[in-house]
């Protein structure tokens, strides 16, 4: 099992702890990343989670997230996780929101609470998701993503809901 970086409040590695046992009702701050993939035509990839997820099963979010191991630079761990859950070859990698954190509690009681800088890139190679990171995947445009989260932010991953308020890709939604 992978281990996740914990960070203090400053954003400082503090430490390490297994993946499997970091969430939960007092999951300390630890790195994380979120990525957004794009296609030629500008779609953008939203993924279903896969129900075996430990922290919101079954939700829709952003194409796919993951964590660095120690030691690991964020790219390189957002180009590893995009082999592993979504089977697929990265290029214009490039980070839009390098301090973005939040934390937030599904209906479980599992909480995230993560520093996650957040990428967008463009598919390389044909799409094969990982049945056990993802049940379902869209391509939408970005305004269509942007309307849909304003209006059912209940549907989708709370970071997601924050990031696409956030991110430069969604500016043309948000002025309509």
Excluded at 24 to 49: E, I, M
Excluded at 57 to 62: A, E, F
Excluded at 64 to 93: S, Y
Aim: proline share 8%.
């Amino acid at each position: 099992m992978d281990d996740v970086v914990l960070l203090s409040p400053e954003g400082a590695e503090i430490g390490r702890v297994a993946k499997d046992a970091v969430h939960g009702a007092d999951t300390p701050l630890h790195l994380a990343f979120s990525c957004y993939l794009l296609d030629g035509a500008g779609r953008l990839l939203v993924t279903r989670r896969a129900l075996s997820k430990r922290s919101w099963p079954g939700v829709w979010t952003n194409s796919f997230c993951g964590h660095p191991l120690p030691g690991e630079p964020v790219a390189d761990a957002v180009r590893r996780h995009g082999i592993r859950e979504l089977g697929v070859q990265l290029t214009e990698l490039r980070l839009e929101l390098p301090l973005f954190r939040y934390r937030a509690t599904d209906p479980a009681g599992v909480v995230e609470h993560e520093v996650c800088p957040v990428y967008t890139a463009r598919i390389a190679s044909e799409l094969q998701p990982s049945p056990a990171e993802v049940m379902d995947h869209v391509w939408v445009h970005p305004d269509e993503l942007a309307a849909s989260a304003r209006a059912t932010p209940w549907a989708f991953s709370p970071w997601m809901v924050l990031q696409v308020e956030l991110l430069e890709l969604f500016t043309k939604a948000r002025a309509a």
